[in-house]
Structure formats: C-alpha cells, structure tokens
C-alpha cells in the first residue's frame, strides 16, 4: 500500500480526521499542525509498516506537556516553548495600516496544481532568534523577527500585481539568480501577469531616455547562468520625489529593491513616502554586498562565489611565489570597509603568510613591522605570500586620501593599498637592504565580481527571492529578507539600515584562527 492509499484508508476509518501529506497529489487534503492529526497519522501509517513516507521533517508545535510522548520522538523539528529569556519582537508593517487592502486564499491553498506547496505555510505565530547562544544560569535577551515563508492567505490578488525589480549599485555574483527567482515566483507559483525590470538603477524609474524591461520566461531563463546584472546597475541616481512618482504613475504595487547598504537606505525613504501618500506599495529590499558587511544576517549572497573565487587568486600568487627566487606573491581582494573576503580567503587556501585586513592597522618600518617580517620569510622559506584588503592601511596612506572625493554612492575614494605595498616593498629591498626580490601583484577585483553565483549562492539567492515575493504577497511592506542563524527571517529595514555596516571582530575566534593559520606577528607594535 502505497502513502496515498495509508492516508485514505486514515480518512476513511475516520472521515473527521484532519491529514498532514507532503506529496503532490489532487486530494484536498486539509493541514492542521496538531498532536491529535500526527499522532493519527503515525498509528496509521504503523498498521500497514509504511513510515519512510512520514511527515517527520516538518516543524511541530507541541504543548509542553507531551513533549517527551514517544510518539513524537522521531521528530526532527519541535518548536518547544521558550521556559524563559527576554524577547524584543520587531515585526514589519503591514500594508493594510495604511492602505486599503483584501484578504485572499493562496493559490497554494486554492489550486489543486499548488496544493503540495501549502504544506509548507509559514504563521505569524513563527519567529527566529536572532541570540542563540545562552547561557546555563542567566536569562537569555533576543530580538525576534517573523519567520518568511508563504502564508495561508494574501492581501493582494495576483492578477491585480504589477512588480518592478531593480538591482543598484556594483556588480556581484547572483544578482541575475535573484532577479530570475523573483520573477518566477511571482508569475509561476502566484500567477502574477506583470513583473517589469527597471534598468540601470535608481535612474531607470525616471528617466525618459530608459524603458522598463518586461519580464517573460524567455528573457530571464538562463541569466542565472550569467554574471552582472540583466536590468543593468548604477550607483546614484536617486531622486524620492521622482521614483515614487514613477512608481504611481505606473501603478507599481510590489517594488523589489537589490542593493548594498546605501540602496537599502534608500528603500527606507521609498517606503516611508509610500506611506506618506498612501500607495497600496509593497517596498522590499534584498541586501546586496560581497564584502559581507551588512549586520543582522549570516552572510549576504556573492560572498561565498566571492571566496571561492579569490582562492584561484590565490593559488596564482602562490605558484608565482614558490617558482621564483625570493618570490613575493601580492593579492588586493575587495573590503573597503571590512576585511571578510580576506580573512575567509586566507583561513580557505592555508597558502597565506600574511593578511592585512582595515580593522587592524600595521607598521611597515622597525624591528615589528611588516618589511621585516617579509624579510624573514623569504630567509626561512625562501618566498611570501601576502593577502590584503582594499580598505586595510589607509591610516599609513592618510595623506593621499582626499575627503572631498567620493564614488556616486558617496564612498571616499581611496588611495590603492595594493600599489603602494608592491612599490614600497620592492623599493625597501632594493635601495635598503640590497636583496632581489620577484614581486607579482594580482588584482582579481573585476573578475570576482563579475562571474555568476556558485552553487551555494545561487540556492541562497533563490531562497532570498522567494522568500520577498511571499512576504509581499502576504501583505508587508518596508522589510528586507536576510538569513538569520540559517533561517530566513523578514527584517525591518529600519532595523537593518540603523546599525551600519559591520567589521571583523579582532577579539573573535575567527581572527584568531587566522592568526593561527598564517602564524603572523602583531605588526601594531
């Protein structure tokens, strides 16, 4: 007997009783996450000796209770009750607060081609903890944001849906996996009829010279496979009065914003004059950074593609290294303000001698300081090799950095690190010390950032896309979607935006385990 015909034999022996199934199949099964229905399916399915199909794997709420019932012990996922610990709950807005809004049945829930995918309906009762770690005798404090996943019922109806996505500043791996996975969700699994791309950033909702780019399997089905941006990116460009304006005029309902911090913030300012007007506006924003830099949330998507990726750096600059005579390999990897994709990169290849990250400043000159220290490798090993951050240094390079110049998105311009180190080291071997030296720099910046998303990048940018698209439809506004302790979590822009960017923490065992690996000395002293 297979699991349908468990399952039907259940409902026949008792037609009141409601049935968990996570199969595809036309029977309008309900869903009702209770003890009595597990526990009714579990005695059904030990009748007939048929459990490898059972519904184990999804999560459970139980009453405290019978959390010890042996019925429930192959259980994977138990959402116990919390026994104590102070929560903060910060939940986004809903549309309707502010505008008009209906109330409809998924199509999950309504269409029978759908069906499976509502056994995976998601409540407002769900949260994610943002502090995990606790401890045996004090209270544990935590913020808590909701659960994303699709909801049993929507506030807009899907063939009332019109979307705009735009992506905005650089280029980072996945962007097109994110675009393609939004599109896909709204007009496959929802049945969205109209989804646009805003090209060129910000710039693209209002300028006359650019048209929007409407969305069709044919257009997005394999830039997935495609590194950069199918609508195009820009950095600037934004102008609230102008893109809301834009997005009235045009009757966009649902906006899809993919960006770095200063997008994001500019999100907020979108959604906050969306209210103001009070437009029927879903604003959402899909954080964007390969630096790894945005806080609240485990990783942003390209950082692992980013890593990956800047380990062949890596190995070039090793090769190159070990095949010369006093060989010095030289790697810039990006991290303006934070040094992540290095410190990741060099505890990943465990080919690094050194790594120079912004957070920890260093001494070139002295008994201490890096020349030195390069110095000694090349006597001990016969070769060096060297990993840096854009943004490590620049209080060595504070003279050449003029404050008055700055990018689109308002970043100072900085001066290179990775030019200065290699002339300078060249320079100090040569006319200080009298010692050849065979330095070969590599600046891999373009590459990386240019190519498509990994494997585990491209699940995550798909997990991120569908996730906005679910929590829009469900009627919230004016969040971001973030992985939060691997669950996906909708966050309050407000809440993302507020805390600026994050940097490595020296005192973490991650650095340390850095240090570790590359054996380096404190070059501060």
């Known amino acids: ?304 593609t980013a890593v990956e990726e800047a380990q062949r750096a890596i190995r070039s600059a090793v090769v190159e290294a070990r095949s010369a005579q006093n060989g010095i390999g030289l790697v810039k990897l990006m991290g303006r303000n934070s040094g992540y994709i290095a410190m990741y990169a060099t505890l990943a290849s465990h080919d690094v001698d050194i790594c120079l990250i912004p957070e920890v400043s260093f001494t070139l000159e002295g008994s201490c300081g890096l020349l030195q220290y390069i110095k000694s490798l090349l006597k001990r090993k016969g070769y060096c090799v060297i990993v840096v951050a854009e943004g490590a240094g620049m209080d060595i390079l504070k003279d050449e950095v003029d404050m008055s110049k700055r990018d689109a998105s308002g970043n100072i311009k900085m001066p290179d690190i990775g030019l200065f180190l290699k002339d300078r080291i060249n320079s100090w071997f040569s006319e200080q010390q009298g010692i050849e030296v065979t330095l070969k720099y590599i600046d891999p910046t373009y590459m990386i950032r240019s190519i498509p998303a990994n494997a585990s990048d491209c699940l995550m940018c798909g997990l991120l896309a569908q996730s906005a698209v679910h929590s829009a439809m469900a009627g919230r506004g004016g969040f971001t979607i973030g992985v939060i302790n691997t669950q996906y979590s909708i966050i309050p822009m407000h809440e993302l935006c507020s805390r600026g960017r994050i940097k490595v923490d020296v005192n973490s065992r991650m650095w340390h385990r850095v240090l570790a690996t590359t054996e380096q000395p404190d070059f501060r002293a």
Not at 52 to 69: G, I, Y
Not at 100 to 128: A, I, Q
Not at 264 to 273: L, M, P, S, T, V
Not at 282 to 289: A, D, H, R
């Open 1 to 304: 007997m297979d699991s349908a015909e468990v399952i039907l034999a259940a409902m026949k022996n008792n037609p009141e009783m409601p049935i968990l199934t996570a199969h595809s199949n036309p029977y309008p099964f309900s869903m009702e996450k209770s003890e009595s229905a597990i526990a009714k399916l579990a005695e059904a399915a030990q009748v007939t000796g048929n459990t490898e199909d059972s519904e184990t794997e999804l999560p459970k709420v139980f009453d405290r209770t019978h959390l010890d019932d042996p019925r429930f012990e192959d259980y994977s996922k138990i959402l116990k009750p919390r026994t104590g610990g102070d929560l903060s709950r910060v939940f986004p807005p809903k549309i309707c607060s502010w505008a008009p809004c209906g109330t409809y049945p998924s199509p999950f829930k309504s269409n029978p081609e759908r069906f499976n995918l509502g056994l995976s309906f998601v409540s407002d009762e769900e949260t994610v903890l943002v502090d995990i770690i606790g401890h045996v005798t004090q209270p544990t404090a935590s913020r808590e944001f909701l659960r994303a996943g699709p909801r049993e019922t929507i506030s807009f109806h899907p063939k009332s849906v019109k979307a705009a996505i735009v992506t905005c500043g650089g280029l980072c791996p996945g962007i097109n996996s994110v675009v393609r996975e939004i599109y896909n969700t709204l007009h496959h699994l929802y049945g969205v009829e109209e989804v646009y791309g805003i090209p060129f950033g910000y710039r693209g909702f209002y300028s006359p010279e650019i048209e929007y780019i409407r969305l069709t399997d044919k257009n997005v089905a394999s830039i997935h496979h495609q590194g950069g941006s199918h609508l195009g990116s820009s950095r600037g460009g934004f102008d609230l009065k102008k893109i809301v304006d834009a997005i009235e005029d045009n009757n966009f309902n649902q906006v899809y914003i993919i960006g770095g911090d200063g997008t994001q913030r500019g999100a907020i300012k979108i959604h906050d004059e969306v209210v103001h007007r009070k437009l029927k506006v879903s604003v959402v924003g899909i954080p964007k950074t390969i630096d790894n830099d945005i806080a609240l949330i485990d990783k942003s998507f390209g950082f692992d």
